[in-house]
């Protein structure tokens, strides 16, 4: 090498500028190479995910049934989000191709907590959008007694509970109603009391803090 040769400073300063050059193209190539398999994963699980949609519209038109989309947020996010990758994007976009293009007998519902976040196209894909707003308080006091079921409510203040279970969907009361129940099966008890329902609406409220 040259600094053997030459057995100076500068020479084993030149030698080592030259061993970085024959070493760089060899780090950007397996950058490169590690940059490809990336790609090419990410371009299997995009195509599986279109295979998925394909199997899905396939049994859509296959068998006659009515087919839930929940959670739709999770994949008909607006495409214009900045927080929206490339891939989520085709995979909408898949979804809103076979979704034009269905002509089967099959109804299709997408439902979704957080309709903002949908991408507007989607809406003109569906005959229908109905809204569900939060339960008033004639609602809310129905919906305890209804999922309450046969146990004993009589010293239940059901204008406290009706203020515990402001804001709170249909879905959360329930299962706050299924919580109080269940508690009162295991004491061995034939009813609830207020505060037992209070508690139970606090904590699905906290469920989502």
Known sequence: MLSIVLRSQRAVQVNIEIMRAFVRPRHALASN?????????LERRVGAHDENIQAIFDAIRETRAVYLFDEFDALGTDRASRNEVGE?????????QFIEHDDSDSVIVAATNYPTLLDRALMRRFDAVIEYGLPDKSVVLHVLKNRLG??????????TVQRAAVELSHADISRACESAVKNAILGR?????????VHALKERRSAHA
Do not use: G, P, Y
């Not at 989520?88 to 809103?96: A, G, Q, T």
């Not at 008890?189 to 329902?197: F, I, N």
């Open 33 to 41: 190479r590690e940059l490809a398999e990336k790609l090419m994963e």
């Open 88 to 96: 989520i994007r085709r995979v909408l976009n898949s979804f809103l």
């Open 189 to 197: 008890r034939t009813h609830v009391d207020t505060a037992e329902l």
């Open 150 to 159: 046969l146990l004993k409510t009589k010293t239940v203040r059901w204008s």
